[in-house]
């Protein structure tokens, strides 16, 4: 499959929307990297085993595998998924998968941790425990990187997974987390859009408040590393005739990259509706703790995990060299 898809981008004229053709060199990018050591948490159904094997197997990660290794054999031989090369830890259940996988990034065994067939608040809980987790000074927060077929941009999301109803102190956390995602994985720099229902600022939408004082916080250097602008409504934030019509001028109107939504309702509102009615692709990746954590549902394709796993290789190789330079 990727060898087709890469064929057709090729062959494809520029400006041509090739499906998937986002995602194909995100992992094609990721392929010329260095695996990165990666904890699969729970891995017991086939969409999460064959991910990482087939991840593996294109060079992007060396996975470990945590959870009942029974269960993961049985998996394996039903589904023709060759794991003989690949480190198993016995584990008696997602729980414990979720504290032995986040004992083993602790211990420095793994730069990546990916979900498995384990609901999100279970290996959530295990990220986030005080005294044991993975924490940093920076918020936690999801990322969706979205393939939409349409639109020439990859679009990232956030937050739709992690944080209900951020403050505005965490807000500038996961439009951080954002920004430098993007710049991490060569993307460039970000034009930013805060979103809300309407591109005025009025205290009958308190999203429009925060967006406003969002943006100030930019230009004093408390957001650093993009474009920041909002509030604005996503059809003057992704299209610029509709930008046009409403007389924004902008950097970011009509051609925003990152859009970060006003509360995870509106954002996994918003990445359904592109995945379901426009035919979008949805990696998922969750950022502020000590290690990127590769975040993506039960239902997802192969493909959408291993692009996932592309991007969160190429964090983590941005993460090594920064630490180098900053080191050195």
Excluded: W
Aim: glycine share 6%; net charge negative; proline share 5%.
């Amino acid at each position: 499959m990727t060898t087709r898809v890469t064929d057709e981008i090729a062959a494809a004229p520029p400006g041509a929307h090739v499906p998937h053709a986002k995602y194909e060199r995100l992992i094609a990018k990721a392929k010329s990297l260095a695996p990165v050591p990666t904890i699969v948490v729970h891995p017991c159904d086939e969409t999460s085993l064959r991910g990482a094997v087939e991840a593996a197997e294109a060079g992007i990660i060396v996975p470990i595998l945590v959870g009942p290794a029974a269960k993961i054999a049985a998996v394996a031989r039903a589904h023709g998924l060759d794991i003989s090369d690949l480190e198993v830890i016995d584990v008696a259940h997602s729980d414990a998968a979720a504290a032995r996988a986040v004992e083993l990034i602790r211990e420095g065994r793994g730069e990546l941790l990916m979900k498995g067939s384990l609901h999100t608040d279970e290996l959530m809980r295990a990220v986030t425990a005080a005294a044991t987790g993975l924490r940093t000074a920076r918020r936690i927060s999801h990322v969706f990187v979205m393939d939409v077929p349409s639109h020439s941009d990859t679009l990232f999301i956030t937050d739709a997974a992690i944080n209900i109803a951020p403050d505005l102190d965490e807000k500038r956390d996961i439009i951080q987390n954002a920004i430098d995602l993007f710049t991490a994985v060569g993307l460039g720099t970000p034009r930013v859009a805060l979103l809300s229902a309407v591109e005025t600022v009025t205290t009958k939408i308190p999203s429009t408040i925060d967006a406003a004082a969002l943006c100030k916080m930019a230009d004093r250097g408390q957001i650093t590393g993009g474009i920041v602008d909002g509030p604005l409504a996503f059809d003057n934030a992704i299209d610029p005739e509709a930008a046009r019509i409403k007389g924004i001028k902008s950097e970011v109107a009509g051609r925003a990259q990152i859009l970060v939504v006003p509360d995870l309702e509106a954002g996994n509102m918003l990445a359904k509706n592109l995945t379901f009615l426009a035919g979008a692709d949805a990696a998922g990746i969750v950022l502020g703790a000590r290690v990127p954590i590769i975040l993506t549902s039960r239902a997802d394709s192969v493909r959408t995990r291993m692009a996932s796993c592309a991007v969160a290789v190429l964090y983590a190789h941005a993460r090594r060299n920064a630490l180098a330079v900053s080191s050195g």
